[in-house]
């Protein structure tokens, strides 16, 4: 009995600390109003405090008390792409601040020490991938993580060490989007793997728009593509031998009518999904609904 005493005593401030987390504070996710099963535009006027539109992927810093995302003038034209971001300091929300011009999808590393972009002027030969790194309380300058004579759309980072990127994988033209599949990426000494992920996860069409858990248990995916790009998002679990069953439709309030869904990102405390949605970059915003009990749900279904 003892023991058992003294064991609950030292959990005490473990579990305090849980209970105590940013996460659950009134101030996270921006402070912003929570979604449930219905997707509510996430923090527009924040985001967007003087022109253009909030778009793409998005990143919260683990501890929640940093956001970075991209704004941008419309849809097509990346020159006009900032990261910008907003840091919970001295009790509040301070920014937007702009992190830098012409790049986009800004993607945490596993340890938090990187931050992965696409964008950057290019070659028009190669695809690149970015990189900027914790430097004091900032970041240093963009520069090229990764150079590939093959197509990179969206590319993120598992706790593996595999990444995970939309590629034609070297087959045919880099420029036929039609050709790309959902791929894992292993970065080796003088060279990468880049290998599709199977033929149930993806199509005939375009398969690049993704997010994966970084236990790479699940992949959030823009499916079901239209010839211009209209999609709808779906879930696929990863079965134990490693392979990727065709996803499962995240139902009718997400996918709610033809739209653009893109930019796939749950939060780092599994609650909640954040995506970008319009049909015109004149309705084109980041939405977030509750995401960890729908997908126990379709979990459980999938069963």
Known sequence: ??????????????????????????????????????????ANKMLVPDSGIAMDRSAFSKDGKEYYYCNAQNWFDAKSNKIRYFKYKAGKWQGPFILNQGYYAPTFSTDQQTMYLAGGKGDGKHAFVYAVHRQGDGWSQPEVYLKADYGMYDFMPAESGTFYVGSNARQGDKKNYQTYDFCSLKINPGDTVVQSLGTEINTSGFDGDFYVAPDESYMIVSYKEKPDYECELGISFRRPDGSWPAPKNLGPLINDGNAHRWGEYVTP??????????????????YWVRFDTLKKRLQTAAD
């Open 1 to 42: 009995m003892k023991r058992l005493f003294f064991l609950m005593i030292a959990l005490l401030p473990l579990t305090v600390m849980a209970q105590g987390s940013f996460w659950n504070s009134k101030d996270a996710y921006l402070g912003q109003k929570r979604p449930l099963d219905t997707p509510l535009v996430f």
């Open 269 to 286: 405390d599994g609650k909640y999904l954040i995506y970008t949605k319009g049909t015109s970059p004149k309705d084109c915003r980041l």
